[in-house]
């Protein structure tokens, strides 16, 4: 049988390059929304952290219905770190748009999904984006993407895939560059009539592969795959298990079925072949689980989903000011917490250590286990990390390590200091090639090296320079890099910082804090331009005396601070140091507290 009414797409691109603005679009002409209705910008980037970023974290779902035909559209994340959504999503689909900045063209990240859409053979529409900018590039782009598709050993089918010229804030398009579109319709047309419509035999044994996981504090775990085959109703009896047989299979219920509809979930009596869904009840579900007839165990494979490369050490918070801010501070709590955050995030690794206070959490990259902590610091957890470490592989005897493909596009009067920072960390390059006043640059870097770069790499170019990395593959191990060339300012006593302590303090270094701020031994107050890292004392007040000479009571001119995000302090913390995420406060701290024991300790290594 084959599903006219209906095809299951994805749209993958480099980040910022303009899906979720399409996607808008498409439902806005898709008829989804109501005349009247207001809708936010950027409607399916539904959590807090995505609205705030401008970015997508999460896989997610929607429908359009053109002509009586439902599109589900999967809109997937732009980043490298969050790959591991991209990967298991196109297990959903038979074709994907290919969404390309006209201004940038393939960027590595472009790269990295492509490949996975064209392993699995699906078909490509290519959609050129943001056509309106001014320093677009539409005679090159095309070429741009056919050399990438060549690269990536495409198929002959994948190499005549058509192409399309968008604009997604105005939701335009058209099938010719120098044709200025009025709607998104040539866009349908196009996804109507070269996408495969799903196939499979409705009267046979249901099959369905669960390939993401949602959670509902109501009904608790809700598995969500397309059925291969079969119908689905809901209060079926099913057997489910894996296909690498790693769980037995077992019997279970479906309590509800839902499919979407726009943007609402909406409950559904039964499903068919290529029909995207909702299941809950089952209460151990997981990613890559087969949801079969019961006595017909068929179980499908589930795409491998790449390594983590980055691991950091998440443990309780035991300074001074823990437990002031946070509503979870316990092992069991934390334990409890990441050992959740798997259920639905299948690139994560979660191991416990000799220590029960302390966690290994391995991730895609800085980004991915950032977004992490994020979370759990809005959620009331206190918690302090260690510096990110990259995990390395022996190979034949030999240590490998990960390697990143590094894309730089900065101003030409910048080339120097970008390529003495890419020398020093032991970086490739690859290719140079100017574009107008710019030039990209392109590099193969160890992963470890781009630890703590963007900060100095931002201010080598004044701003202007753009920077992307994604995962390339493992080479052998390149040798030493230094991880930082600066040293901390770290506080001498417990107390609370005041004017004057700050002022003194000032001219050894840059101060993260200001006045006012509650300080503990041992915390790092500051960033030092020398190597090594010194102590300073920003509770020191000034003493009384009973002269006073002119000009002594003017008021201390303090310079403002520089306040540190989430990634600032992951990129600044050293190996000895520990960054303590709360709820309300991020504070970089020495591992040893103790200022003279830190001494002692550093004298006899």
């Not at 290919?98 to 392993?119: C, H, I, N, W, Y």
């Not at 050993?153 to 099938?175: H, I």
Request: with cysteine; proline share 4%; glycine share 8%.
């Amino acid at each position: 049988m084959v599903r006219n009414d209906l095809r299951n797409i994805a749209i993958i691109a480099h980040v910022d390059h303009g899906k979720t603005t399409l996607v808008d679009e498409m439902l806005k002409q898709g008829g989804a929304f109501r005349e009247n209705q207001a809708v936010a910008e950027r409607v399916m980037d539904s959590n807090d952290l995505e609205r705030e970023r401008g970015i997508t974290i999460l896989a997610k779902n929607t429908s359009v219905c053109y002509n009586d035909v439902k599109i589900n559209i999967i809109d997937t994340p732009g980043h490298a770190d969050f790959g591991g959504e991209v990967e298991r999503v196109l297990n959903m689909v038979d074709g994907v748009l290919l969404l390309v900045d006209a201004a940038e063209g393939p960027m590595p990240q472009t790269r990295f999904v492509l490949s996975k859409a064209l392993e699995m053979g699906h078909k490509i529409i290519i959609v050129v984006n943001k056509i309106d900018r001014p320093d677009a590039r539409l005679d090159e782009i095309g070429d741009e993407v056919l050399e990438l598709l060549l690269d990536l050993d495409a198929n002959d089918e994948q190499l005549e895939s058509p192409l399309l010229f968008c604009s997604g804030r105005s939701g335009t398009a058209s099938l010719s560059q120098y044709e200025a579109g009025t709607d998104l319709k040539p866009l349908f047309e196009t996804i109507i009539n070269y996408i495969n419509p799903p196939e499979g035999n409705e009267e046979e044994p249901l099959r369905m592969l669960v390939s993401s996981i949602d959670y509902n504090e109501y009904v608790g775990r809700i598995g969500v795959g397309r059925i291969e085959r079969g119908t689905v109703k809901a209060g079926q009896q099913i057997t489910i298990g894996d296909f690498h047989g790693e769980n037995a299979p077992y019997h279970a219920k479906i309590v509800s079925l839902l499919q979407i509809q726009g943007l609402q979930r909406v409950p559904a009596e039964t499903a068919t072949v290529g029909d995207i869904v909702w299941v809950s009840g089952i209460e151990k579900i997981t990613i890559g689980d087969s949801i079969c007839a019961p006595g017909n165990f068929d179980p499908l494979p589930f795409a491998k989903i790449s390594e983590p490369t980055v691991e950091m050490t998440f443990s309780v918070n035991d300074s001074p000011l823990a437990g002031q801010d946070g509503k979870f501070v316990t092992s069991r709590q934390l334990r409890e917490r990441l050992f959740r955050e798997l259920l639905k995030d299948v690139s994560l690794r979660v191991k416990e250590t000799d220590s029960t206070d302390s966690f290994l959490v391995a991730g895609r990259g800085e980004m991915h286990l950032s977004i992490l902590i994020e979370n759990m610091r809005r959620e009331g957890y206190e918690l302090a990390v260690s510096t990110p470490r990259v995990l390395f592989k022996e190979i034949d005897g030999k240590k490998h390590e990960p390697i990143e493909r590094l894309v730089i596009d900065v101003p030409e009067d910048c080339v120097g200091s970008v390529m003495e920072k890419m020398g020093s960390r032991k970086a490739e390059l690859q290719s140079m090639h100017p574009q107008g006043n710019r030039m990209r640059i392109e590099f193969l870097v160890p992963a470890r090296g781009l630890f703590g770069y963007k900060s100095e790499f931002l201010t080598d170019t004044r701003g202007e320079g753009i920077m992307n990395s994604v995962f390339e593959g493992y080479q052998e191990y390149k040798g030493d890099i230094p991880r930082r060339s600066i040293g901390s300012l770290v506080s001498f006593e417990t107390g609370e910082a005041v004017t004057y302590g700050l002022y003194n303090a000032q001219e050894r270094g840059t101060l993260f804090i200001t006045a006012g701020t509650p300080v503990y031994e041992g915390m790092v107050v500051g960033s030092s331009p020398k190597a090594e890292d010194l102590v300073v004392n920003v509770c020191k007040r000034k003493h009384l005396t009973n002269t006073r000479a002119s000009g002594s009571d003017d008021a201390l001119r303090l310079i403002p601070p520089r306040v540190l995000s989430l990634e600032d302090c992951l990129e600044f913390l050293a190996d000895d140091e520990l960054l303590e995420a709360t709820p309300k406060n991020l504070r970089i701290r020495k591992r040893i507290l103790s200022n003279s024991l830190r001494a002692k300790t550093k004298a006899k290594g």
